[in-house]
């Protein structure tokens, strides 16, 4: 097909089935970077995409005839030589620090909890060597946490460790 049907191809597919389709190529290039430079992982992405947005066929049939997208991209990669992951890093790397966030504040509130329900004032403990301390008077209420070194480290380690599992760091050093 030309490059001046492909548009009109596109247009016609509903927003599900363009949903589905980035979705498809977002996994598929992320298989692919374990195994393909960015310039070629690129030029492969681009060329899939432009041959489902002129395909023909419903999306779901395009999809199943192209298989997974690890079967796919085992079959652009050469399996011997396996690169990083960088972008899965990046992402693993953040979903470690929301849940890493959402620990800490639960703890924080859940001790703020205890020393409104038990009326003893205020409470000190610690979270990942990170000193939190809960408060409650007729005055007011809260939570706070001084910094320090674990303020900064604990994050930072959490998110470093995240991102070298994540991106599969032990790759680079193989030959």
């Given at each position: 097909m030309t490059d001046a049907i492909a548009p009109a191809i596109r247009?016609?597919?509903?927003?599900?089935d363009r949903l589905r389709i980035d979705a498809y190529m977002t996994r598929f290039e992320w298989h692919l970077e374990g195994g393909l430079p960015g310039g070629e992982r690129k030029a492969v992405v681009k060329g899939l995409r432009e041959e489902l947005a002129a395909d023909p066929r419903e999306t779901g049939a395009?999809?199943?005839d192209l298989g997974t997208p690890r079967t796919l991209a085992a079959r652009y990669t050469d399996?011997?030589?396996?690169?990083?992951?960088w972008s899965i890093g990046i992402v693993t790397a953040g979903a470690a620090l929301l849940v890493y966030?959402?620990?800490?504040?639960?703890?924080?509130l859940g001790m703020l909890a205890v020393v409104d329900g038990a009326s003893v004032g205020s409470a000190t403990s610690q979270f990942l060597f990170i000193?939190?301390?809960a408060?409650?008077?007729?005055?007011?209420f809260g939570i706070?946490?001084?910094g320090g070194w674990a303020w900064l480290m604990v994050p930072a380690a959490i998110v470093?460790?995240?991102?070298l599992a994540g991106a599969r760091i032990w790759r680079a050093f193989r030959r």
């Open positions: 247009s016609r597919r509903s927003i599900a395009a999809l199943r399996e011997g030589a396996l690169r990083p992951l966030w959402i620990l800490f504040l639960t703890y924080a000193p939190v301390q408060f409650s008077s007729p005055e007011g706070g946490w001084t470093l460790v995240a991102f």
